[in-house]
């Protein structure tokens, strides 16, 4: 079956730090991929997507590329703020269904 | 533009209690998706209806169940409550199918929170 795994958290760090969340996937298929944010007592927010191999989808900051040949998609930010501060899951998109990982969760402090 | 909305925001029941939840899709959207989000866990796909037709199902019981009406608005309903079903139910809508189209987004409520005791 279709699985996303996802660095485990909290991942903490001092505003302006660099950003990295690892995320790796198993597919039956070519899925799309995202990244999804969730801030407390919210639902999940688009971060971005992509489509196919090489894409890079980016947002507010936020990058990542498909990498079909290491079945990743890794979340990066260059310079993280408070504002930040929320659960991450990465998702592919294969057969009408998303498949999530379990979230990583950003604490940003200053 | 209002975005998805669902009702009840929260609500608690009892085992062995039914609950129906709510979900009214972006203006336009055609199709609506239900997940269950567990406490400290990534979103569990249940249900995928598109034109009013269930077009995918995730590893639920038949306590689970969903439809569609003709205004695309959609219900779940969850049958024989049991405590493990207390749980974030998230709706999403999304314009077309959500398959693997390119461009397909889904677009999620703020959800229901079910607890139940």
């Known amino acids: 079956g279709n699985s996303v795994t996802q660095m485990e958290g909290p991942v903490t760090l001092s505003e302006e730090a660099f950003l990295t969340i690892n995320c790796t996937y198993t597919a039956t298929g070519y899925p799309s991929l995202f990244w999804y944010v969730q801030y407390p007592g919210e639902g999940l927010q688009l971060l971005l997507k992509?489509?196919?191999?090489?894409d890079k989808g980016s947002n507010k900051g936020f990058e990542a590329t498909y990498r079909k040949e290491t079945t990743s998609f890794h979340l990066e930010k260059g310079s993280v703020q408070v504002s930040d501060s929320a659960v991450y899951f990465c998702a592919l998109l294969l057969a009408s269904k998303l498949t999530f990982g379990t979230g990583t969760r950003l604490q940003v402090t200053l | 533009d209002a975005g998805v909305t669902q009702s009840p925001t929260h609500l608690i029941k009892t085992r062995g209690q039914h609950v129906t939840l709510r979900c009214s899709p972006i203006?336009?959207?055609?199709?609506v998706s239900w997940y269950q989000q567990v406490l400290g866990q990534g979103p569990q796909f249940i249900f995928q209806y598109y034109e009013k037709e269930e077009r995918g199902r995730g590893n639920f019981p038949d306590r689970f169940s969903a439809r569609q009406f003709p205004n695309y608005s959609s219900e779940l309903n969850v049958n024989a409550l049991l405590l493990g079903d207390s749980a974030l139910y998230l709706c999403?809508?999304?314009?077309?199918?959500?398959?693997?189209?390119?461009?397909?987004?889904?677009?999620f409520g703020q959800g229901t929170r079910l607890t139940v005791v």
């Open positions: 203006s336009g959207h055609k199709s």
């Open positions: 992509a489509t196919k191999a090489d």
């Open positions: 999403a809508s999304s314009l077309a199918y959500l398959a693997s189209a390119v461009g397909t987004e889904a677009f």
